[in-house]
């Protein structure tokens, strides 16, 4: 059964930050715009600051459209669901308010040493209800590792912006992409404001020499399971020919003998 709090229960918050991921979802008001839903995974970028106030650090991609409908009516939830242990889903709904990049509020809450390549803006919510339920049709996973390529990518575009002198936009550099693809969402509602033409300077502390995720790749356990399900397949489909086969031979030659 579904249960409501005005506030997320303090059982509940350790939980929150083990989590891997969580989703955003969003709307404009306007009853012919496009909701929202967003999966969000980079370690360490999700934060509770207390029972009714989280926040998260927003990374840039190809859309704004969290940012556009915050701006517009400030609605936003956030889901969060076991994929391992015990079954449980967890909505916050809450008020957003956006800190773009380059502005005091987000410098105080992501200082240089904790900023990932790519950050845009910090999205702070008042939650005001939190809603738990069953999740029992939430598969089980087991988590792996985080995947690094959107960093590795926002990293190169920033280290076009640091060579280059903090007054001019390179054209491969990340404010160059702001202005492209995040100053509107699908809608037309505004997006980034302020961050284009931040003069703020990026930092990186992102190790690209650390490790990168493999894909596709079996444990020796899994290996091992395929080879022995490989080879009884290979020695069923043998013996299904052979025994196939045979009587059509014999039919053929009428008999056969072995001599010693």
Not at 126 to 132: A, H, L, P, S
Not at 149 to 175: V, Y
Request: aromatic share 10%; charged share 20%; hydrophobic share 35%.
């Amino acid at each position: 059964m579904a249960k409501y709090y005005d506030e997320i229960p303090e059982s509940l918050i350790e939980w929150v930050r083990k989590q891997h991921m969580f989703w955003v979802a969003s709307a404009p008001l306007g009853p012919g715009g496009h909701v929202n839903v967003s999966p969000k995974g980079t370690a360490d970028s999700f934060h509770v600051v207390n029972s009714q106030r989280v926040w998260y650090q927003d990374l840039s991609g190809s859309g704004v459209e969290t940012i556009s409908h915050i701006r517009e009516n400030g609605r936003i939830t956030i889901l969060f669901h076991s994929f391992e242990g015990p079954p449980r889903i967890l909505r916050l709904y809450g008020i957003g308010t956006v800190y773009e990049f380059g502005t005091q509020e987000y410098e105080s809450l992501i200082p240089p040493e904790t900023r990932k390549p790519g950050s845009r803006a910090a999205i702070v919510i008042d939650v005001y209800q939190c809603q738990t339920s069953c999740g029992y049709a939430v598969p089980i996973y087991d988590f792996v590792t985080h995947r690094t390529q959107l960093l590795r990518w926002a990293d190169t575009k920033e280290s076009f912006e640091r060579a280059t002198a903090s007054t001019e936009i390179n054209p491969k550099g990340m404010r160059a992409y702001w202005k492209l693809k995040n100053l509107s969402s699908v809608d037309g509602l505004p997006g980034l404001l302020t961050a284009p033409d931040s003069k703020a300077t990026y930092l990186s502390v992102f190790d690209k020499e650390g490790p990168r995720p493999k894909l596709n790749r079996l444990s020796s356990g899994d290996a091992d399971v395929l080879r022995t399900g490989t080879t009884l397949a290979v020695g069923f489909a043998i013996g299904t020919l052979v025994a196939t086969a045979l009587p059509r031979i014999l039919s053929v030659t009428g008999s056969f003998s072995i001599r010693t």
